[in-house]
């Protein structure tokens, strides 16, 4: 990861190098960030490498928060429209309704990336897809973040007879749900696993949430084997449940890398979980926005990502936390 942030850098120089040759300065580029919500740690570690990024670089931002609210990130956006801030950015809480925020975007001829979130219709259209307007997808492949957690999955699961799980989703309207779900039953059937998904619920991506949904499954079928998370919060959430159950089911999470997340695998109450890394997606958004912004002639419509560890009790220093 170093040696991709020493990259990072030497772009953004790169880009700053072509722009003192035009008709403004760095010090005059203003960006835009709406987040999800900074009440979720992994929002919050996005816009802080968005914004270290743009201050290393010497450019202004302004982050929004829309509270998890659609109307308010619609609003939001409208906002920084009305500021004509040189580039706009933002994590999609409605997939779908996002692209009428890119369409908006782009005819105002201000440049649009969406972070951790694909625009459109996932069950339409493949996460690599990028729609045509917007200038990047900058995110987790979270097909491929569903498959690394299946293929942890498939190699906990009992043999001899066919075995229950139950999914703890991630909050209603976020592309994510269907992506880490479609890669995690990939991973499954491609290693011929004998399975049945017994449940699946949304949560709020919180641990008291997780927690519960959790308890609600394993009063209801207490001989679950296994319980997929979307994303580390509600899985610990989750192994406060299954311990206070006496369950034995096993815990594979996505979306990790959290310091508690990490710290609940080291201390067995998470089996296994997908590193993530959300401030350096902060980062690359930057990068991408802010080349945008400053070059016109970007090329549009393209898919910006890192690779994916599995991570368990042994390896967790190759996943440092950043939330």
Same mark, same amino acid.
């Given at each position: 990861?170093?040696?991709?942030?020493?990259?990072?850098? =030497?772009?953004?120089?790169? !880009?700053?190098?072509?722009?003192?040759? +035009?008709?403004?300065?760095?010090?005059?580029?203003?960006?835009?960030?709406?987040?999800?919500?900074?009440?979720?740690?992994?929002?919050?570690?996005?816009?802080?490498?968005?914004?270290?990024?743009?201050?290393?670089?010497?450019?202004?931002?302004?982050?929004?928060?829309?509270?998890?609210? @659609?109307?308010?990130?619609?609003?939001? $956006?409208?906002?920084? /429209?009305?500021?004509?801030?040189? +580039?706009?950015? =933002?994590?999609?809480?409605? !997939?779908? /309704?996002?692209?009428?925020? @890119?369409? *908006?975007?782009?005819?105002?001829?201000?440049?649009? $990336?969406?972070?951790? &979130?694909?625009?459109?219709?996932?069950? *339409?259209?493949?996460?690599?897809?990028?729609?045509?307007?917007? @200038?990047?997808?900058?995110?987790?492949?979270? @097909?491929?973040?569903?498959?690394?957690?299946?293929?942890?999955?498939?190699?906990?699961?009992?043999?001899?007879?066919?075995? *229950? #799980?139950?999914?703890?989703?991630?909050?209603?309207?976020?592309?994510?749900?269907?992506?880490?779900?479609?890669?995690?039953?990939?991973?499954?059937?491609?290693?011929?696993?004998?399975?049945?998904?017994?449940?699946?619920?949304?949560?709020?991506?919180?641990?008291?949430? &997780?927690?519960?949904?959790?308890?609600?499954?394993? %009063?209801?079928? !207490?001989?679950?084997?296994? #319980?997929?998370?979307?994303?580390?919060?509600?899985?610990?959430?989750? %192994?406060?449940?299954?311990?206070?159950?006496?369950?034995?089911?096993?815990?594979?999470?996505?979306?990790?890398?959290?310091?508690?997340?990490?710290?609940?695998?080291?201390?067995?109450? #998470?089996?296994? !979980?997908?590193?993530?890394?959300?401030?350096?997606? &902060?980062?690359?958004?930057?990068?991408?926005?802010?080349?945008?912004?400053?070059?016109?002639?970007?090329? *549009?419509?393209? =898919?910006?990502?890192?690779?994916?560890?599995?991570?368990?009790?042994?390896? /967790?220093?190759?996943?440092?936390?950043?939330?």
């Amino acid at each position: 990861m170093r040696n991709l942030v020493k990259c990072l850098k =030497f772009g953004v120089a790169a !880009s700053i190098l072509v722009l003192a040759a +035009g008709k403004t300065s760095a010090q005059e580029i203003t960006l835009g960030y709406v987040v999800g919500t900074l009440a979720n740690q992994y929002n919050v570690a996005t816009a802080k490498g968005f914004e270290d990024a743009a201050k290393e670089a010497g450019v202004q931002t302004v982050v929004l928060d829309p509270q998890g609210s @659609v109307e308010k990130q619609t609003n939001a $956006i409208d906002q920084l /429209l009305a500021q004509r801030v040189d +580039g706009i950015a =933002f994590l999609p809480l409605d !997939s779908i /309704l996002a692209q009428t925020y @890119v369409d *908006k975007i782009d005819n105002a001829g201000i440049p649009a $990336i969406s972070i951790a &979130g694909q625009v459109g219709d996932p069950t *339409k259209v493949d996460l690599r897809d990028v729609y045509r307007r917007l @200038v990047a997808l900058v995110s987790t492949d979270d @097909v491929r973040a569903g498959e690394v957690a299946g293929e942890l999955a498939a190699t906990m699961l009992p043999s001899g007879r066919k075995a *229950k #799980i139950a999914v703890v989703e991630g909050a209603p309207g976020y592309a994510v749900l269907e992506l880490r779900s479609q890669g995690f039953r990939n991973a499954l059937d491609a290693a011929a696993a004998n399975y049945e998904i017994v449940a699946s619920e949304p949560t709020d991506w919180t641990p008291e949430k &997780g927690e519960e949904v959790c308890k609600n499954f394993l %009063a209801t079928t !207490s001989d679950i084997d296994l #319980i997929f998370s979307q994303a580390d919060d509600m899985a610990i959430g989750c %192994a406060r449940a299954i311990n206070a159950a006496h369950s034995s089911a096993k815990l594979v999470a996505t979306g990790g890398g959290s310091k508690l997340g990490n710290d609940a695998i080291a201390a067995g109450d #998470i089996d296994a !979980s997908v590193c993530t890394q959300p401030a350096f997606l &902060g980062r690359l958004m930057f990068q991408e926005l802010f080349k945008a912004a400053t070059k016109k002639d970007t090329l *549009k419509a393209r =898919f910006v990502t890192y690779d994916l560890t599995p991570i368990t009790k042994d390896n /967790l220093a190759e996943c440092p936390p950043e939330w």
